[in-house]
């Protein structure tokens, strides 16, 4: 049994098979034709942060395979008064196939896949969203092709979706390059995670035009992630000069991308300019997280399909 709890948990051999896999589920999805491998199958959900895209694009995908699901959240479950995650892991992967969890730590999903009988997905921890990355990934290549090579830049805030865009420079092989400002760096510590992999495998600018001189893709995320909000104030100001703008998307690749994992704040990491102007594939990556994901699910359920 596999659990897809960081972007390292599947080798560039298995990810080769998903993006192939997930582009036949897209073509299928596209022409109303019937994808039902996962009949009777029942994926749980569990939110103990907000979601529009991780919510509409699992539970619509695992309906159009022939499945069905169940959604909890903290509030609407005993996970918000204190039932322990172990139990809680016992109890849900008895009744169910598959669970895909956004929570807060790392450490907690960790315990949950550690208890669990079925396959569990990381839907967005702090220090991981190894889905949107899949996504991303997906749509760079339906749009380039091959990332292998490419220099990615990453400005702004050293935070879960850079820890992820590491892991997967790392094992895909392409150059990641990172711009944040001082104080909200990326930890390596936990970007490497489990075995080190893609340690000093990055370069560090302080400027974020110098990050995307040259890029393929610029990316970006907001400024205060989920369960930072207290900080709200001081990152405002820390990350003013961090906002993907014309200029900078002028130092890159005439020819590079731009993207922004949802949801956007238009004027704080991103101009309007960008986000909505002809390199933006941002609707592209948040379908993609649909596609993308239906072939994870069927993946971790059944293997690899011919
Ligand atoms: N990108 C992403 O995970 O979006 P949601 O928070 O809406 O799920
Ligand atoms: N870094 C953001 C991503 C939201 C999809 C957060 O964790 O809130």
């Keep these: 049994m596999k659990h897809y709890l960081q972007f390292s948990d599947l080798s560039a051999d298995e990810y080769a098979y998903l993006f192939e896999r997930a582009a036949l589920i897209k073509k299928k999805f596209k022409s109303y034709e019937k994808h039902h491998p996962l009949v009777d199958r029942t994926l749980a959900m569990i939110f103990e942060k ?15 395979m022939g499945g069905s699901v169940v959604h909890l959240t903290t509030g ?16 849900i992967s008895r009744m169910t196939d598959l669970v895909m969890i956004r929570t ?19 839907g967005l ?88 001189a040259g890029a393929d893709l610029v990316t970006t995320d907001v ?5 930072y909000e207290a900080e709200n104030e001081a990152r405002r100001k820390a990350f003013a000069a961090w906002c993907v703008d014309t200029r900078m998307m002028a130092a890159a690749q005439p020819d590079a991308l731009f993207m922004h994992c949802l949801p956007a704040h238009r004027g704080e990491e991103v101009q309007a300019e960008v986000i909505d102007g002809p390199q933006s594939v941002v609707w592209d990556e948040a379908e993609n997280r649909m596609h993308v994901q239906k072939a994870l699910m069927e993946y971790l359920l059944l293997g690899r399909q011919s």
């Design 50 to 64: 907000a979601s529009t895209r991780t919510r509409v694009s699992f539970e619509a995908g695992m309906y159009q």
């Design 223 to 227: 400024w205060t992630s989920m369960g």
């Design 76 to 91: 609407d479950s005993q996970l918000g008064r204190a039932e322990p995650i172990e139990d809680s892991a016992k109890v």
């Design 104 to 122: 807060f730590e790392q450490t907690k999903i960790e315990r949950f896949a550690a208890h669990s009988r079925v396959p569990v997905i990381n």
């Design 125 to 212: 921890t702090n220090e991981f969203h190894p889905c949107q990355i899949l996504a991303d990934i997906f749509t760079y290549i339906e749009h380039r092709g091959s990332i292998q090579g490419k220099t990615v830049a990453w400005v702004g805030d050293g935070n879960n979706m850079a820890n992820t865009w590491l892991q997967a420079a790392a094992l895909l092989g392409f150059h990641l390059r990172v711009s944040t400002p001082n104080g909200y760096e990326l930890d390596e510590k936990v970007a490497t995670t489990p075995n080190g992999m893609g340690a000093g495998s990055y370069e560090t600018y302080s400027n974020p035009m110098d990050a995307c």
